[in-house]
């Protein structure tokens, strides 16, 4: 079989594929790049066959978006507080890639749809990728570099349940909901929801509006049921967004991506700053659950098992599912209109869900909002252990399970030593272990390969940001301007962040890829190993600026100033020195804007008032980087934030 040749082949168009994707063409325009897809279009999870009305995203407008194409708003009726319907990301997502264009060529016409991927192997420094194509042909494709962003939300996590033969009903995940007619058909009455976290929380909600008799079954031996957090008003989504993505409040976790500070030394190995953080995440945890009202809701909702929604472990440690109440009167339409069991399923029968505790619920259908496994089945055992990604602990070299176990083991005393409040966690349930954890790192590089970059594979708060950081390391890394640490010491590096993980997060720390509080910091540990600078503030502001959208478009054209555009995969320029905050900063920037003039960025081209060009907007922000202390310091704007962190940091303490 003839096979075709690629410089760089990506595995799935969802938002990290095409954020990978389109850094990499900025950098190598010329480059004979392929994006593999399964769907029939973009966006993984947010794509437009799996998003239905009912869908909300868990980000607020604004944030929720590429930094170099702004989201037009949507219309008010398709809006709950901050939050917006998902088919409006969808949307986005469509005209984004319509819109990208590098060397005459869309990365829409760059996409390959309905392109199953069946194997993939690693043969004389190539990747050969095996699938089958819409029109059902086979067909071999040859790269020398591959970016795998194939997803966690991808390949559903089905529960095998004892007699579904004999059930009779359609029992769905919640990737096909969507797809499904289970609101409209009148045949389908009775609603059993699987699942204890956000997914099968939207869909209970769903099924009651649609006029369904719900029941919500979690299964008893579990982390228990999701922490669901109020959803802000607009306004305030916006000043919560900023807070939490302050580097001071990122302190208040036991973050292994934190420096080792004088003030983080104080905060976590001292009895008066852990008190300072245990106090402040009880306050966090009682206010998130007092929303709920488990406690005065009256026999009605105590018969209805409301009781056992109560989560089991407090919200800081993400032990269990979390997510953003995005539907009017949630707490009250469950307490009245639902019944919950905390119970396990000992069989089905036709039409019923016999229970362990010989109670029996009449379903009409059965929905799955029961999460999904890392879509990787395309690897075979070693070549995921060579990788470093998961798989099953039966399959994995013995040899290889012993290094890592001593290497873990080590490491794990280093946490405890730096983070002792993690010593003690609060009582919980803690999932069998069944595979290996991922061992990236920085959480994209595999230790023996630099052919090969893995982005979108955490857990993380808002994959735009991560997306548009993970494409500028991985396309460094690709191609070698990386300054990567000894083997050995990057293996160290690697079984210190599954130690710390385990520990931090629990049950989910265990799969190794969980940073819901990390955002800021992991994103700044990527770009601190580039020597790129644009993203930081002079002096105590780097502590009290908060996350912008800006910072991206800086950091793209910094980082092709200092590293060059590279044809057909292969970087030709030589470097510029990087930028600095010295007083050769002026000349640094008139040597950026010649840049600018000669070789305008390609991509979508820019909304009227809205964010300017990559190379104009890292120019109109860069020089107060450089002389902070002479020109446009704007002290008043961030000393308003230094004063709204420092009374959240007083009231946190109380």
Not at 369 to 380: A, E, K, N, R, V
Not at 459 to 465: D, E, G, M, Q, S
Not at 558 to 572: F, L, P
């Amino acid at each position: 079989m003839d096979s075709e040749k690629v410089d760089v082949a990506v595995i799935g168009a969802g938002i990290s594929g095409i954020a990978a994707a389109k850094f990499y063409l900025d950098v190598h325009p010329n480059c004979n790049l392929v994006i593999l897809e399964k769907d029939r279009s973009v966006g993984g999870v947010w794509n437009a066959e799996r998003v239905y009305d009912t869908f909300y995203t868990q980000s607020p407008l604004g944030t929720w978006e590429y930094s170099d194409m702004p989201m037009q708003e949507p219309p008010k009726e398709d809006m709950y507080e901050a939050s917006f319907k998902a088919k409006h990301t969808s949307h986005y997502l469509e005209t984004y890639i319509n819109r990208s264009v590098h060397a005459g060529k869309t990365l829409r016409e760059r996409i390959e749809f309905n392109f199953n991927v069946h194997k993939i192997i690693k043969d004389d420094d190539e990747w050969t990728i095996f699938g089958q194509d819409e029109t059902r042909k086979t067909r071999t494709l040859k790269s020398s570099k591959l970016i795998l962003a194939s997803g966690l939300t991808s390949v559903p996590n089905m529960p095998i349940l004892p007699g579904q033969e004999r059930f009779g009903n359609p029992i769905i995940h919640q990737k096909d909901f969507g797809r499904s007619d289970v609101l409209s058909s009148s045949a389908l009455k009775r609603i059993t929801v699987l699942g204890a976290a956000k997914s099968a929380a939207d869909l209970v909600y769903d099924c009651v509006e649609a006029g369904k008799t719900v029941t919500w079954l979690i299964r008893r031996a579990g982390p228990g049921p999701g922490v669901f957090v109020p959803s802000p008003s607009r306004r305030s989504a916006s000043a919560a967004y900023s807070i939490g993505t302050l580097r001071i409040v990122a302190t208040l976790a036991p973050s292994l991506f934190n420096a080792d500070s004088w003030w983080n030394r104080l905060l976590q190995r001292s009895w008066i700053g852990r008190r300072l953080l245990t106090n402040t995440w009880k306050k966090l945890d009682k206010d998130i659950v007092a929303e709920a009202r488990f406690d005065n809701r009256g026999e009605e909702a105590k018969s209805n098992g409301f009781e056992e929604l109560r989560p089991h472990t407090p919200f800081i440690w993400q032990n269990q599912g979390a997510g953003l109440i995005n539907r009017p009167h949630f707490w009250d339409t469950v307490a009245k209109n639902v019944q919950v069991y905390k119970e396990d399923i000992a069989t089905l029968d036709r039409g019923v869900i016999c229970l362990e505790n010989e109670q029996t619920v009449p379903a009409d259908a059965i929905l799955c909002g029961t999460g999904w496994i890392p879509s990787l089945g395309f690897f075979d055992h070693d070549q995921l252990a060579k990788l470093g990604l998961p798989q099953a602990i039966g399959s994995y070299p013995s040899a290889q399970a012993e290094m890592w176990k001593q290497l873990e083991e080590e490491a794990d005393r280093t946490v405890l030593d730096r983070f002792p409040i993690l010593a003690t966690p609060p009582a919980h349930y803690r999932e069998p272990i069944k595979t290996t954890p991922y061992r990236l790192y920085n959480n994209i590089a595999p230790l023996l390969d630099r052919t090969v970059a893995i982005v979108g594979h955490v857990l993380i708060a808002n994959y735009f940001h991560l997306s548009e950081c993970q494409a500028i390391w991985a396309t460094a890394y690709l191609d070698g301007k990386v300054d990567l640490p000894p083997l050995e010491e990057r293996k160290k590096d690697v079984a210190l962040f599954v130690a710390w993980c385990r520990r931090r997060y629990l049950s989910n720390g265990d799969r190794g890829h969980w940073m819901a509080s990390e955002q800021r910091t992991y994103t700044d540990r990527l770009m601190d190993q580039l020597g790129l600078s644009s993203h930081r503030r002079f002096w105590l502001w780097d502590s009290f600026a908060p996350m912008r959208k800006k910072e991206l478009p800086r950091l793209r054209a910094e980082y092709i100033d200092k590293y060059g555009r590279g044809t057909a995969g292969v970087n030709h320029k030589k470097p510029l020195a990087s930028t600095s905050r010295g007083l050769g900063g002026r000349f640094q920037a008139w040597k950026l804007r010649q840049v600018a003039k000669a070789n305008p960025l390609p991509g979508p081209p820019q909304a009227k008032n809205s964010t300017r060009s990559v190379y104009t907007s890292a120019m109109s922000t860069h020089l107060p980087n450089s002389y902070p202390f002479l020109i446009r310091i704007r002290l008043p704007k961030h000393m308003a934030i230094f004063s709204r962190s420092a009374r959240l940091l007083t009231n946190m303490a109380r």
